[in-house]
């Protein structure tokens, strides 16, 4: 794989140095090869351990803490730039949304963030499709409003980056036993919910 001027490598441990050696021939690379642990704004840490049964195991964790927090900055950044905006610095939050918050249709005024809440939550959007799907409904539920953005937009966004800000070392994790893949199973999977959604009743998060 090839992005930018990082080429990524996928294949058999036994195999690895003679791809290598037959790339090299073709392309002179300014680094030596080494084992992916970042690519994209994501932190990849695979290592292997022993449950208390004594049995090896493999782990593997992705976490984006730095972009994300990133995208915190950006928002803050915007929040003092733009007039009207001081109140909706970050604060605690401890979810990234409430059932009520986009909620029915509004005559409020245009929102203050309306110029750059599409930036905000797309950026976000990546984060949330590699490694955080726990802020993935919220984005869903800010998008549909970026072309009518609201007042009560404005506190959504405040919400949902203020979470993002107090969440930064959630990670998603997996362990197996070697040689046990077999014996995979699914213990929760995403699934849609019963009208969800309070403005329009469609089905739209939910966990099984």
Do not use: N
Request: hydrophobic share 40%; proline share 4%.
């Amino acid at each position: 794989m090839v992005y930018v001027d990082d080429l990524l490598l996928i294949a058999h441990m036994a195999h690895e140095a003679a791809l290598w050696r037959g790339i090299e021939k073709h392309i002179t690379f300014s680094e030596p090869a080494l084992p992916m642990d970042r690519y994209l704004g994501a932190h990849y840490v695979m290592g292997k351990f022993k449950d208390a049964t004594g049995r090896e195991c493999v782990s593997f964790s992705v976490e984006m803490s730095e972009f994300c927090s990133s995208a915190c900055k950006m928002y803050t950044i915007d929040v003092q730039r733009l007039s009207g905006a001081s109140g909706l610095k970050l604060q605690k939050a401890d979810t990234p949304y409430t059932a009520e918050d986009t909620a029915g249709d509004s005559d409020e005024p245009p929102g203050v963030m309306s110029s750059v809440c599409a930036s905000h939550s797309m950026r976000l959007l990546f984060a949330a499709r590699v490694a955080r799907p726990d802020l993935q409904t919220a984005i869903v539920r800010l998008a549909k409003h970026i072309t009518k953005w609201k007042c009560r937009h404005d506190r959504c966004l405040q919400r949902f980056v203020s979470y993002v800000h107090g969440s930064l070392g959630l990670r998603l994790t997996g362990t197996m036993p070697v040689g046990l893949s077999e014996d995979a199973r699914i213990l929760i999977w995403p699934d849609a919910d019963l009208a969800g959604d309070k403005g329009s009743s469609r089905a739209s998060e939910g966990f099984g």
